[in-house]
């Protein structure tokens, strides 16, 4: 199984600043990485997959970058809506599909 | 629009059985692999199970291989898990979500509580 591990945990940031958040995997994945955001009591969203590719009505401030076990998600300047948890999920070994533990983005 | 609409969740002892359902619409549902995906209470993500469109093979998460079951019906456009030998740590929402190997669109959730 590949074990995906997310840090930080949690990224104090304010308004109109950047955030990087990264990922990595316990073994290689390729470019076979997705992106997710969830806010409180709603389903997660898609924003990335194939490492860099954004979903279809994912803002461009939104960007994805890294191969093999090493991935960064960068949010350019952040604004209120996009304070949330972020996952990435693995696919190029599976069964099992994982996920990481997640990175909280919250306002500083 | 493409909707994904969970139900069947709620209270279950442990030991029960539960069986989720998940009605899809706006699009051809035998045409994607269809998944359940959890959330425990204040945690992350947990694939679950997936299903292929239209071969029906399937894919279980270790924690619940032997215990679980989905399947599908093409002409009701239904995604279902059965859930058998429930126990206290399968508490959590339970999302069904389109295409594989992400998952593109995801449903509102329907929460199961394991719990005497």
């Known amino acids: 199984e590949i074990v995906m591990t997310q840090f930080p945990a949690t990224l104090s940031v304010s308004p109109g600043e950047g955030a990087i958040l990264s990922c990595r995997a316990s073994h290689s994945v390729s470019s076979n990485l997705a992106w997710y955001q969830q806010k409180p009591g709603q389903a997660p969203r898609l924003l990335i997959y194939g490492a860099s590719t954004r979903a279809t009505g994912i803002p461009a401030r939104f960007s994805g970058s890294g191969s093999g076990t090493e991935f960064t998600l960068t949010i350019s300047s952040l604004q209120s809506e996009d304070f949330a948890v972020y996952y990435c999920q693995q696919y190029n070994n599976w069964p099992p599909l994982t996920f990481g533990g997640g990175t909280k983005v919250e306002i500083k | 629009e493409v909707q994904l609409l969970e139900s069947g969740g709620g209270l279950v002892q442990p030991g029960g059985s539960l069986r989720l359902s998940c009605a899809a619409s706006?699009?051809?549902?035998?045409?994607?692999?269809m998944s359940w995906v959890r959330q425990a209470p204040g945690k992350g993500l947990e694939w679950v199970s997936t299903?292929?469109?239209?071969?029906?093979?399937?894919y279980y998460a270790d924690s619940v291989k032997g215990r679980f079951t989905i399947s599908r019906d093409n002409s009701k456009n239904t995604l279902y898990l059965q859930m058998n030998s429930l126990r206290a740590d399968d508490t959590a929402v339970y999302y069904c979500?389109?295409?594989?190997?992400?998952?593109?669109?995801w449903g509102q959730g329907t929460m199961v509580t394991v719990s005497s």
């Open positions: 706006g699009f051809t549902f035998s045409s994607y692999a």
């Open positions: 299903i292929s469109g239209s071969t029906l093979s399937t």
């Open positions: 979500a389109k295409d594989m190997p992400w998952f593109g669109i």
